[in-house]
């Protein structure tokens, strides 16, 4: 059994060095490259090495958003809570999540939709221009996708990276039919833990804390 570190910045520290160890040969340039650390990091999942796209004016269009002081809209609270609020905030934004409100809840009945996707629907022209991370509900990505279909609503960036058996793998597959910035995945891996180290790592970047 090795040494155990207590100190924080020594774990870190250390965590990149096995991450880079395992994942050494990656063919991504920076700051791709860190941003797909950072999720392994997160997750200790060396798949991500492998299966996280970006479109090619995702990392650009997130941080001019971010440095312009836009809010983050995300599916779930679980997203919103793992988001650094202290550097959205040194940036000038805000994170919003509106699933939990009565209207979203009322109209999902109405509706016979999940919350996730009643909250995008309700957000509506909200959503052109911004920020979106999905991290956890597959059914609000593809409502995403419907109104950028149907109603010509086309966000900023979308980090889209929900997770599960059910309709994760279509809603990703769906995105990246559309030619505007967004970070995704390929299969049933994600959830929110992703998303937030995705924004995270965005974050960093438009405050130079790492690669600019």
């Known amino acids: 059994m090795g040494v155990i570190i207590f100190k924080p910045q020594q774990i870190e520290a250390q965590s990149f060095q096995i ?3 395992l994942v050494g040969d990656m063919k991504l340039p920076q700051p791709q490259a860190d941003i797909v650390k950072r999720v ?10 492998s299966n996280i796209i970006f479109h090619p004016d995702s990392i650009h269009s997130g941080l001019k958003l971010l ?3 836009n809010n983050i809209i995300t599916d779930v609270n679980m997203l919103k809570a793992g988001i ?4 959205l905030e040194r940036c000038g934004g805000k994170v919003r999540c509106s699933i939990s409100t009565k209207r979203v809840r009322a109209k999902a009945g109405q509706w016979g939709i999940t919350r996730a996707a009643a909250a995008m629907r309700l957000l509506g022209h909200e959503l052109d221009g911004a920020l979106v991370a999905v991290g956890n509900a597959p ?3 593809l409502e995403l996708c419907r109104l950028m279909e149907e ?3 086309i966000p900023g960036l979308i980090v889209g990276v929900p997770v599960g058996f059910v309709g994760a793998v279509e809603s990703k597959a769906k995105l990246m039919d559309f030619h505007i910035p ?3 995945n390929i299969g049933r891996k994600g959830g929110s833990s992703v998303a937030a180290a995705i924004v995270n790592a965005l974050l960093k970047l438009a405050l130079n804390l790492i690669y600019s």
């Open 19 to 21: 991450i880079d160890r």
């Open 139 to 141: 059914t609000a990505l």
């Open 84 to 87: 650094n609020k202290n550097m």
């Open 151 to 153: 109603e010509k609503i």
């Open 182 to 184: 967004y970070i995704t």
């Open 40 to 49: 392994i990091h997160a997750t200790a999942d060396t798949d991500y090495a």
């Open 67 to 69: 440095r312009g002081g």
